[in-house]
């Protein structure tokens, strides 16, 4: 059974998640409006990965006993001034989700509860691969911007990139 506190957190997570989903399908909006299909497909695949990552959690809330409560989402910004702007408002944004699971870790551990510890490690796991995933692509963008081939070049790199994800999942 989960406690009543791992409760209310792993609601809050449900709650964070959704927030991804929604604040990546804006910038895939966003990208697409301004003729950034890489970059748009980008968005799409980690909006659909947000959305496993909330229904793992909802799946896991009900499996322990508790009730998944799904609360407001705030709204997402509607536009950014360049794709970098976007990507580090991005890392940004996972940075905060590892802080988010890593207090949910801390909490499981302190109770003691070691079944959800363990679950948890699936997202430990998951915020390493996207922040190390979004430095390096933060990178490629200043090394491209560096050498003037401007947001064309960026956006076929990211293209590529999600097709070599789509590939692999
Ligand atoms: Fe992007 O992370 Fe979910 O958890």
């Known amino acids: 059974m989960l406690s009543e506190d791992l409760t209310s957190k792993l609601n809050a997570q449900i709650n964070h998640e959704c927030s991804s989903v929604v604040l990546y399908l804006q910038m895939s909006a966003w990208c ?6 890489g970059c748009a497909g980008f968005f799409r695949l980690q909006a659909d990965e947000e959305k496993q990552h909330m229904e793992k959690l909802f799946g896991y809330v009900l499996e322990t006993g508790g ?4 609360g407001a989402i705030a709204a997402p910004p509607t536009s950014w001034t360049s794709l970098r702007e976007a990507f580090q408002a ?8 590892s802080k988010e699971i890593s207090i949910l870790v801390e909490t499981a551990l302190d ?7 363990n679950f948890l490690q699936w997202y430990v796991a998951e915020q390493h691969e996207e922040e190390h995933q979004l430095h390096s692509l933060l990178d490629r963008v200043d090394m491209i911007t560096a050498e003037g081939h401007g947001h064309f070049t960026i956006d076929r790199e990211i293209s590529r990139l999600t097709q070599a994800k789509r590939g692999q999942s």
């Open 32 to 37: 697409a409006s301004k003729g950034y299909d």
């Open 67 to 70: 009730l998944p409560e799904l």
């Open 90 to 97: 991005t890392l940004e944004h996972e940075q905060a989700v």
């Open 111 to 117: 109770e003691k509860d070691f079944s959800t510890f």
